[in-house]
């Protein structure tokens, strides 16, 4: 508080005891008890009034200790209870929170991860996956704004996420590894990755590239081969060295037939190698069959012909084949015709596909007879005139019946066809483009699929030769394109019914990874009813374990997720509560954990992180001089820090409340002693 204000305030003192004495004493002889309890109540509430006028600041001081960060980070993957090094870490863990001195000098805090960060030390070491740099980058970001130190418990065993040897942190935080396990170095044979396909065609052959690894320093000769059953299908003698420490090996398999096959990779192990199950890995393909014959029938030859062509054929199990009228068509040996701008000429084979249930794709353009066309009343129809109108594509995000994506339609070139509005029965089909023209979205159908069996689609314009030409401007290739055509082809060809409840999951999953089953229900006019209660019941076939659940909704689906289940064959059934509608299906859960992977501790790794963050590495035994280093560092201690509060004197509101309690009194005194 400043001079000034101090002599304000006192001068306020005095003018409020001069005015009460001058209204209440000044000038009687004789002065009773009631005279100077006014005056006392008179000169409070006036210098009151002035003291808020004057509105001085109160400036209160408050001092507290601040101490560093100690996190102790601790990893509770599997690879630590496989390498029996739980106890130790959960020993080191105990010596370290329960420290008396680091517990006055620093706040401690603990937290655990696998795949995962989480706060508080519940260890059960059953985490299946182990991301490291991620657990530093989420306490970095925790952290970010105090000094703190993070001791990382950990067997430095990666098997998740990028390299944690390159993080590095924020000035303020620093890491301190303390090493889990043997460090020793031993003869070892394991198989690092394999690389495959995860789906193959029937007859196809499918490549399997496998990455062998070695440590040791003997020479060493032995056999790596791919099993499926008892069967061996590959086999080939390896050999490594003290220089030649990997290999990796590359074969083909045949796809011999459909469904889920699984294989066994396995290197034969060395005499006395300690870890022999990562000498085997199992993997799986699922062998479909999707080859698919396509026609493309017309009365004209066209562009839009062959960019179909091109299109279809770009996935090597379709085939299509361009034919027009006057050739010998057989329309049995197709799954798919694709009807290129109709005319009374296709009366024939239009009469012979809508007979036998075929699949088709109707495209329309300038030199479509409309007239013929709505006669066969399919499902949509055009008032048209002979003039010819320019129709831009607009994406319709809401198309559900298969996934496919944005792949530029707002600058694709116009397709052109006869100018007249167009009716499309929506509860026939489902729209994937809308239709602009001359800038506006007119809400009208360009192109759609149809929602039951046989099905059938169309497209209301030619010229997408051109829309084949754009995408491969804009990306140089015809990927994105033909991607989405094929999509559109593999729906039309496809005899499967429509079904209000329709599921998907893989046909496999890897025991480190999560299993998760997706569904769609549709109400009875086919649109999709997102307050439904879907329940799914999941058995192991071989342990009859059983589990059951609800469905989450997500956005325009629900979805169950399992996590990581134990290998083995399981089927489940989803059913939607209240209604007589359920679907099933089965997958299989292939045996692999990448946590028995590992031999020893990762010292090396460990060893380049402390490297690359100018720190310290710590070993199981060398605690006690971690924590005095701790102690010792300057750049660790609590720190007093003040906090100075400034508040108005017009901000105590019980100060005019007491004002108020003054004014009352005096004014209720005056009335009792009849003054007033």
Aim: charged share 20%; glycine share 4%.
């Amino acid at each position: 508080m400043t001079i000034s204000t101090i002599l304000l305030i006192t001068l306020a003192l005095f003018l409020a005891l001069g005015f009460a004495f001058f209204l209440y004493l000044f000038r009687k002889p004789v002065k009773y008890r009631k005279d100077y309890i006014l005056f006392v109540l008179r000169a409070l509430g006036v210098f009151i009034v002035l003291l808020l006028l004057i509105n001085p600041k109160i400036t209160s001081t408050t001092y507290e200790i601040e101490k560093p960060d100690l996190v102790i980070l601790q990893d509770n993957s599997g690879s630590i209870s496989y390498l029996e090094e739980g106890e130790t870490l959960n020993r080191i863990s105990t010596q370290l929170v329960n420290h008396e001195q680091l517990k006055s000098t620093f706040d401690v805090s603990t937290a655990t991860f696998g795949s995962q960060l989480s706060l508080g030390d519940s260890l059960d070491f059953s985490a299946n996956q182990t991301n490291i740099t991620k657990a530093l980058v989420a306490a970095n970001d925790i952290y970010s704004k105090s000094q703190t130190a993070v001791i990382l418990l950990t067997d430095g065993n990666q098997s998740l996420g990028r390299d944690y040897r390159y993080f590095k942190p924020h000035d303020n935080l620093q890491v301190f590894p303390v090493v889990i396990g043997d460090t020793a170095t031993y003869q070892d044979l394991s198989i690092e990755r394999i690389n495959t396909n995860r789906y193959a065609f029937l007859n196809n052959r499918f490549p399997v590239e496998v990455f062998l690894n070695y440590s040791g320093k003997q020479d060493l000769e032995t056999t790596f081969k791919i099993t499926s059953g008892e069967t061996v299908l590959y086999s080939e003698p390896v050999t490594f060295s003290s220089e030649t420490k990997s290999k990796v090996i590359r074969t083909d398999l045949l796809a011999a037939s459909i469904g889920v096959k699984t294989y066994q990779v396995e290197i034969q192990p060395v005499e006395n190698e300690k870890n022999k199950i990562n000498n085997l890995q199992n993997f799986a393909v699922e062998v479909v069959d999707e080859r698919t014959s396509v026609l493309i029938l017309s009365d004209m030859p066209h562009p839009d012909l062959g960019a179909v062509k091109k299109s279809i054929e770009r996935n090597q199990q379709r085939t299509a084949e361009i034919k027009y009228l006057n050739e010998d068509i057989q329309i049995n040996d197709y799954q798919l015709i694709i009807l290129y701008q109709v005319n009374r000429r296709f009366n024939d084979v239009i009469e012979s596909v809508l007979e036998r249930n075929h699949n088709y794709l109707m495209i329309t353009g300038l030199r479509t007879d409309w007239n013929y066309l709505n006669s066969l009343n399919p499902g949509f129809n055009r008032s048209n005139s002979s003039q010819p109108q320019e129709v831009f594509p607009v994406y319709n995000q809401k198309f559900s019946s298969f996934q496919f994506e944005d792949i530029g339609f707002d600058d694709f070139p116009p397709l052109l066809d006869k100018f007249g509005t167009i009716e499309v029965d929506k509860n026939q089909f489902n729209i994937m483009l809308y239709q602009e023209i001359q800038g506006v979205r007119t809400g009208e159908a360009l192109m759609g699929v149809s929602k039951d069996s046989p099905k059938s689609g169309f497209l209301f314009g030619e010229n997408i030769w051109r829309w084949r030409a754009k995408s491969f401007l804009d990306n140089g290739d015809f990927e994105e394109f033909d991607d989405f055509f094929g999509k559109l082809v593999q729906n039309l060809a496809s005899n499967r019914r429509r079904e209000r409840l329709s599921i998907e999951n893989e046909k496999f999953y890897y025991e480190n990874e999560n299993v998760i089953i997706t569904a769609q229900y549709f109400d009875e006019n086919y649109q999709f009813d997102p307050g439904a209660i879907l329940n799914i019941e999941l058995i192991n076939t071989e342990t009859e374990e059983e589990v059951t659940s609800n469905l989450a909704l997500k956005n325009n689906f629900y979805q169950f997720d399992a996590g990581g289940l134990p290998a083995g064959d399981y089927r489940f059934s989803i059913s939607v509560e209240n209604q007589n509608v359920a679907a099933s299906g089965r997958f299989e859960v292939i045996d692999y954990n990448t946590e028995q992977q590992f031999v020893s501790a990762n010292l090396p790794g460990l060893q380049a992180f402390v490297e690359n963050n100018q720190t310290s590495l710590t070993f199981s035994g060398q605690t006690g001089e971690l924590i005095q280093t701790l102690l010792q560092s300057d750049k660790y201690r609590p720190v007093q820090k003040s906090r100075q509060k400034t508040l108005p004197l017009i901000d105590w509101y019980y100060l005019l409340f007491l004002l108020i309690v003054i004014l009352a009194a005096e004014w209720f005194y005056r009335k009792y002693l009849g003054l007033i």
